[in-house]
């Protein structure tokens, strides 16, 4: 039988928006470092943005300016908190994905959509509203006072939504951010969109799709 959640939650950016920081990264250092040496750079700003969000809650400006100054001392490059500031500011601009709004917009009308996103009060409405379905509860991590990968994210989704693990489908292009947290938590019922982030982890337990288009038919729609 197919399962019909309550609530099918969304990891935000990455899973629905298009998270261009790497876009961002060699905008700023590509032509500085040369073909090689960016992509070492925009893994390295990729992890160190990870490290950041798993310590006490500060504000996302701080996590982008913090990981890119570690990112730049690694890698040799003199760090602009100008620059940080500039791609902090890009983040709102970011719009969905280009298989996004058809997928949501064939479930919306049955199963409520939440998004969990690990953004600011002040950011996540814009992009939320590139989405072009509407989203019933946006929760975040200046809400929660805690980011993702850490549990209490998940868990003030919970208390807010008045519901438990066993209710919703949790759905996340990413293992570290969000599928091996919701493992860890009991939701049974996980959608990996694969979009290249990450490779493939089966003892997580989850149902594979290429992109949002695959959704609605694993909830029979």
Known sequence: MTFRPKFITFDCHGTMIYFDMAGAA?????????????EVFIRDFSAYRLDEVLG?????A?????????TCKRNGVAFDPEIAAKIYDRVPTWGPNPDVPAGLAKIAPHIPLVALT??????IPHNIAKLGA???????????????????????????????????LHVSSSFRYDLMTAHDLGIRNKVWVNR?????NPFYGY???????????????
């Open 26 to 38: 060699r905008d700023f250092y590509g032509e500085q470092l040369g073909a090689e040496k960016i």
């Open 56 to 60: 006490t809650w500060k504000p996302y």
């Open 62 to 70: 701080e996590v982008v300016h913090n990981a890119l100054e570690r």
């Open 118 to 123: 690990n953004s600011m009060n002040s950011q």
């Open 134 to 168: 509407p989203i019933a509860h946006v929760f975040t991590a200046e809400s929660a006072r805690a980011y993702k990968p850490q549990m209490r994210a998940f868990e003030y989704m919970f208390d807010e939504l008045g519901c438990g693990p066993e209710d919703v």
């Open 196 to 200: 290249g982030h990450e490779p493939a």
């Open 207 to 221: 149902t594979e799709i290429k992109d949002i288009s695959g959704l609605p038919g694993v909830v029979g729609l």
